[in-house]
């Protein structure tokens, strides 16, 4: 499986982020795959944003699940993240994540449950 995250790299303050993450090598569909948002600002641990299932559902971190929305395309085989009312505070890198297994929320927010990774892109929130 492999995992390409994209973005617009600089994003003002107040304004939306909108990223994708383009999937091959299996679809998004296929049993029992989590497809998850990951984040690390600078000179911090990783951050779960949020997870969709195989099966749609979808799975946000408490604190960010207010400006945030997860969702997916099946005919392109992509998943996609929006960030409302961003602030210098999400300034960090965006990784696409993906899990193979049942799993909970507090096993999706586990960075080494994850079998396969993106490279990350890099935003910057500043005006």
């Known amino acids: 499986v492999q995992l390409q995250e994209s973005g617009p790299g600089l994003v003002k303050p107040s304004q939306t982020l909108s990223l994708t993450c383009t999937v091959s090598?299996?679809?998004?569909?296929?049993?029992?795959?989590?497809w998850s948002w990951i984040r690390q600002p600078p000179g911090k641990g990783l951050e779960w944003i949020g997870s969709i299932a195989y099966s749609g559902s979808i799975y946000y971190s408490p604190s960010l699940k207010s400006r945030t929305s997860a969702s997916r395309d099946t005919s392109k085989n992509t998943v996609y993240l929006q960030m409302n009312s961003l602030s210098p505070e999400d300034t960090a890198v965006y990784y696409c994540?993906?899990?193979?297994?049942?799993?909970?929320?507090?096993?999706?927010?586990?960075?080494?449950?994850?079998?396969?990774w993106g490279q990350g892109t890099q935003v910057t929130v500043s005006s």
């Open positions: 090598g299996d679809s998004i569909t296929t049993n029992y795959y989590y």
């Open positions: 994540a993906a899990r193979f297994g049942v799993a909970l929320t507090d096993i999706l927010k586990i960075q080494s449950s994850y079998n396969y």
